[in-house]
């Protein structure tokens, strides 16, 4: 299992994913943003499609599981051990 901090901009233009940002109390996480609109938690499956489709996971290996209606959002996401690596690569990009 592993965990994922993301800042989700609801109503965008596109879903894409920004890349790692700092806030001002010094949190690290990935920016990322999706066309959902966030009611009935279309944001948050938006979200967990999106960083699925970028890790080559299916949808299910991905879940929101704090945050469900912040921006600011924890992700637990199954897969392999080393995908550690290829989390630790997007918070570098």
């Keep these: 299992m592993h965990r994922l901090t993301v800042r989700v901009q609801p109503n965008a233009s596109a879903d894409r994913i ?3 940002e700092t806030d001002g109390a010094g949190r690290h996480y990935l920016k990322v943003r999706v066309r959902a609109v966030p009611e009935d938690g279309k944001a948050n ?7 699925a489709k ?3 996971l299916p949808k299910s290996a991905v879940r ?3 945050g469900g209606k912040n ?3 924890g992700l637990e996401i199954d ?3 080393d995908l550690a690596d290829a989390l630790a690569g997007m918070m570098r990009e």
Excluded: D, F, Q
């Design 18 to 20: 920004e890349g790692p």
């Design 45 to 51: 499956a938006a979200v967990e499609k999106l960083i």
């Design 54 to 56: 970028h890790l080559g």
């Design 64 to 66: 929101v599981v704090t």
């Design 71 to 73: 921006r600011l959002k």
């Design 79 to 81: 897969g392999p051990p």
